[in-house]
T-cell receptor
């Protein structure tokens, strides 16, 4: 889509706590919303995604929710572990195309 | 992940030189993409391709050229490198929605 805002830019949680990262998008035609995890010096890796006809999707400790009316979607990580520490990027895909627009990332730190 | 590779992994070049970054995928994905990643900007799309011989500009195409004569290859050329093109470059491929990234090329222009 045109613009994707991601918050917060940094997030620090205690091990075992939950973490929530939020993104808003501007293009009402956006129909696909992936989340990527990027560890230091590594490539972004797709961890979960959701399409516009679904409100929530879960995969073990991670879940994504989508509110099309408000044009925002969120990543939820429960029972956080040190290996969850990374930069997380949200993105959206404009309707009718295959291009992703990325948010600016959230640095998640899980402290022991 | 071995299905998409990039070369070189690291490159140092001088201002004004031409540089080509290579991307190769073995999945026969239709779509391929080039992104650059800079601190504070996240991932920005440079060029993308929907199929062999079909390419289009992304958000930041100036100073870059692409070609795609074969489905599996999508090289990115910096015609005359500038210091502002110092960045980490990621190639990605996709069958439709999901995009899978290569390991990246760290390019430094001196």
């Amino acid at each position: 889509g045109e613009n994707v805002e991601q918050h917060p830019s940094t997030l620090s949680v205690q091990e075992g706590d939950s973490a929530v990262i939020k993104c808003t998008y501007s293009d009402s035609a956006s129909n696909y919303f992936p989340w990527y995890k990027q560890e230091l010096g590594k490539r972004p890796q797709l961890i979960i995604d959701i399409r516009s006809n679904v409100g929530e999707k879960k995969d073990q400790r991670i879940a994504v929710t989508l509110n099309k009316t408000a044009k925002h979607f969120s990543l939820h990580i429960t029972e956080t572990q040190p290996e969850d520490s990374a930069v997380y990027f949200c993105a959206d895909m404009e309707g009718g195309g295959n291009k992703l627009t990325f948010g600016t990332g959230t640095q998640l730190k899980v402290e022991l | 992940d071995a299905g998409i590779t990039q070369s070189p992994r690291y490159k140092i070049t001088e201002t004004g030189r031409q540089v080509t970054l290579m991307c190769h995928q073995t999945w026969s994905h239709s779509y391929m993409f080039w992104y650059r990643q800079d601190l504070g900007h996240g991932l920005r799309l440079i060029y993308y391709s929907a199929a062999a011989d079909i390419t289009d500009k992304g958000e930041v195409p100036d100073g870059y050229v692409v070609s795609r004569s074969k489905t599996e290859n999508f090289p990115l050329t910096l015609e005359s490198a500038t210091r502002s093109q110092t960045s980490v470059y990621f190639c990605a491929s996709s069958p439709s929605y999901e995009q899978y990234f290569g390991p990246g090329t760290r390019l430094t222009v001196t």
